[in-house]
Nanobody
């Protein structure tokens, strides 16, 4: 199996920063794209940022210029640096990896359990 474990969430004041980490482990042959999603109460889950294995990135408009996604391929880990946080960034943040397991021919989506980010004074 493939497991994703997120960390780094918490409570922060508006204007503050947090750094989320997502570590993938298990029987991983290769990881393609990794992404961060978030889901606020009563809202649908949305893509926040995505990064390919080659390092290409894309962001939802609401976080451009404030959030930065990165990854360490050697560690199978993705990061989300979040600066200038706003109350509307409050949500559960989920990591997703598109990965192929050893001895498998198919790519699959794997999700982490989520980490809470709360932006409040």
């Amino acid at each position: 199996q493939v497991q994703l474990v997120e960390s780094g969430g918490g409570l922060v004041q508006p204007g503050g920063s947090l750094r989320l980490s997502c570590a993938a482990s298990g029987s991983i042959f290769s990881i393609n794209a990794m992404g961060w999603y978030r889901q606020a109460p009563g809202k649908q889950r949305e893509l926040v940022a995505r990064i390919t294995s080659g390092g290409s990135t894309n962001y939802v408009d609401s976080v451009k210029g404030r959030f930065t996604i990165s990854r360490d391929n050697a560690k199978n880990t993705a990061y989300l640096q979040m600066n200038s946080l706003k109350p509307e960034d409050t949500a559960v943040y989920y990591c997703k990896a598109v990965a192929k397991r050893w001895y498998s021919s198919s790519w699959r989506d794997y999700w982490g359990q989520g980490t809470q980010v709360t932006v409040s004074s």
